[in-house]
């Protein structure tokens, strides 16, 4: 009486079902579904991602034979501790992190140098507008690097 049936979906398309009462939150559900796990699950309902914990069921009209959702989320979290570093000096940090954004200004300094190699041995190639295009865009660029770099 006054409980309904909940069809949880998983990426892998298998599916369970769930027993609970209009009045349960998502956070009971989760616990009750998913025990030590809490945390890595997410769960998601009509596109709806449902984070707010404190919210009932009733209050999401979730009603009998709806369909939840539900993806395991990877990593770290609370209920799963990460595992210590194995290597005997520990962690380490790195001076830089290297990604495409900090490698952006030296390679486009590059380009910029090969235009500038470019124009100086091979001027018959390049027209009055292709040189002042290449002033401009060279001046450009030392703002924007003074910019990233000058803080």
Request: charged share 15%.
């Amino acid at each position: 009486p006054g409980l309904i049936k909940i069809r949880l979906k998983f990426l892998n398309d298998t599916e369970e079902v769930a027993v609970a009462r209009p009045e349960d939150t998502v956070g009971v559900l989760k616990s009750k579904c998913f025990p030590g796990q809490e945390s890595q699950m997410k769960l998601i309902y009509r596109g709806q991602l449902l984070q707010d914990q404190a919210r009932t069921l009733r209050s999401l009209r979730i009603t009998d034979n709806c369909v939840i959702h539900c993806h395991r989320s990877r990593g770290p979290t609370a209920a799963t501790p990460a595992l210590p570093d194995p290597s005997p000096a520990g962690p380490t940090t790195p001076g830089l992190p290297v990604s495409g954004g900090t490698l952006m200004v030296p390679t486009v300094m590059v380009v910029l140098a090969l235009g500038w190699y470019f124009r100086i041995n091979y001027r018959q190639l390049f027209t009055a507008p292709a040189t002042v295009s290449l002033i401009g865009v060279t001046i450009l660029v030392t703002f924007l690097a003074f910019g990233v770099y000058g803080q």
